[in-house]
Structure formats: C-alpha cells, structure tokens
C-alpha cells in the first residue's frame, strides 16, 4: 500500500505564491509519473501539472507560465510552486502517484489541500 500526504495549502493574497508538497510513503513500490489536480467548488476536476519519472513536465494552459512542477525522486516528493496565484486557483488541490507494484501500476491519491487565494 502507498500513503500520499500532501501539505503546504493555505491562504494567500491575489498575487501571492505558495508551494504544495506531497510525499508517497510504503514499501516495495517504484513511482512513475507524478502529478497535481484540482476541484474547485461546483467544478470538475481537473489536471494542474504533471511530471513524468524522467522529468518531462506538461502544464495545463491556466498555469503556464505561473505554477512550476518538480519532484524529488529520492524522497517520493513532487512539488508544486505556485507563483502569481488569482482567486480562480481557489481550489482543493490534490496529489497522484502512479505507483508500480510487481507488474502492475496503481494510481494512489492524497487527501487534498485547501488553497484560497483572495483579492
């Protein structure tokens, strides 16, 4: 089993930075890619950021520019830093690790961090 926990949400004024952090814990597991979402309310899901093993990144279009993703792979870390925030990156933002177990991939969520950013 992998655990995710992420951390580092809070509130911030319009114009302001944050950096999210999200670690994956166990054993007997290797991780793939890496990757941030959010859910604001009354809206679906969507994808942030992504980082693959090798380091490839691809950012949805809302953040270019502004939110930067980077993952420690010695401590199953992925980061978020989050810079130039506007109260529409008012969200719950979540963390997935495509975790591999023997042959198999599994994809394993946190419990999301709160980020209100406010003008």
């Known amino acids: 089993q992998v655990q995710v926990v992420e951390s580092g949400g809070g509130l911030v004024q319009a114009g302001g930075s944050l950096r999210l952090s999200c670690a994956a814990s166990?054993?007997?597991?290797?991780?793939?890619?890496m990757a941030w979402s959010r859910e604001a309310p009354g809206k679906q899901r969507e994808l942030v950021a992504a980082?693959?093993?090798?380091?490839?990144?691809n950012y949805a279009d809302f953040v270019k520019g502004r939110f930067t993703i980077s993952r420690d792979n010695a401590k199953n870390t992925v980061y978020l830093q989050m810079s130039s925030l506007m109260p529409e990156d008012t969200a719950v933002y979540y963390c997935?690790?495509?975790?591999?177990?023997?042959?198999?991939?599994?994809?394993?969520w946190g419990q999301g961090t709160q980020v209100t950013v406010s003008s």
């Open positions: 997935n690790v495509d975790a591999r177990l023997g042959s198999h991939t599994y994809r394993y």
């Open positions: 166990g054993s007997g597991f290797s991780i793939d890619a």
């Open positions: 980082v693959t093993s090798g380091g490839s990144t």
